[in-house]
Nanobody, 125 residues
């Protein structure tokens, strides 16, 4: 599975962005798709994930109530709607997918086999 993340860019504090993750070569139908981010000098951290079948979701505490992950089955795309952005949300955002991950591992980046190239989100104050 080849993943393509897009939608990043500069935005002011309080603004919104929508990131997209598309897959080529295979549908997401049997996958769990997650978003992670990595700020300069920091480790990659979990943001949100969605199980394609059934649509179950999970969020990091730091983004709950501000970010929303969703899927479009017709477009084979996973979205991350980011609202009320803060400077601390600045990072490279990556989408990841895995077909066998268990729920208890959704927030563990090492549990995902497939990764996109990342898209940079810069939130200015």
């Amino acid at each position: 599975v080849q993943l393509q993340a897009s939608g990043g860019g500069p935005v002011q504090t309080g603004g919104s962005l929508r990131l997209s993750c598309t897959a080529s070569g295979r549908t997401f139908r049997r996958y769990t798709v997650g978003w992670f981010r990595q700020a300069p000098g920091k480790e990659r951290e979990f943001v949100a994930t969605i199980k394609w079948s059934g649509g179950a979701t999970s969020y990091a505490d730091s983004v709950k109530g501000r970010f929303s992950i969703s899927r479009d089955t017709a477009e084979n795309t996973v979205y991350l709607q980011m609202n009320s952005l803060k400077p601390e949300d600045t990072a490279v955002y990556y989408c990841a997918a895995d077909g066998t991950i268990i729920q208890s591992s959704w927030s563990n980046p090492t549990a995902y086999d497939y990764w996109g190239q990342g898209t940079l989100v810069t939130v200015s104050s």
